[in-house]
């Protein structure tokens, strides 16, 4: 059974960096596309990032392209998500998430991620 627990999230400044990890306990989503997402109240949650299971694949939203990483560590049965260069617009509530229907394709949509975290929240101020 999957289930995944978001860590490192957190206060931190315009320009600053955090890195966020998202491990599953379960150790069953190895073999799956991950994805994070994000969301502030009043808006939908948004695709940010997502890697195939071998992470041969990623995809990013292009307001976070060129600044976010994701990497997985399939031994760990964790997914991570490098933010640099953090903006105040990144703030927001981020949730992991697994696609268990996809290995090698990305969705962006979360309607297609069966299996998400409890979230972390990511506060950059300016």
């Known amino acids: 059974q999957v289930q995944l627990v978001e860590s490192g999230g957190g206060l931190v400044q315009a320009g600053d960096s955090l890195r966020l990890s998202c491990a599953d306990s379960?150790?069953?989503?190895?073999?799956?596309?991950l994805g994070w997402f994000r969301q502030v109240p009043g808006k939908e949650r948004e695709f940010v990032a997502a890697i195939s299971w071998r992470g041969g694949n990623t995809n990013y939203a292009d307001s976070v392209n060129g600044r976010f990483t994701i990497v997985r560590d399939n031994a760990k049965s964790t997914v991570y998500l490098q933010m640099n260069s953090l903006k105040p617009e990144d703030t927001a509530v981020y949730y992991c998430?697994?696609?268990?229907?996809?290995?090698?394709?990305?969705?962006?949509?979360?309607?297609?991620?069966?299996?998400w975290g409890q979230g972390t929240q990511v506060t950059v101020s300016s």
């Open positions: 998430a697994v696609d268990s229907r996809r290995r090698i394709s990305i969705s962006i949509s979360s309607s297609n991620y069966d299996y």
């Open positions: 379960g150790r069953t989503s190895s073999s799956y596309t």
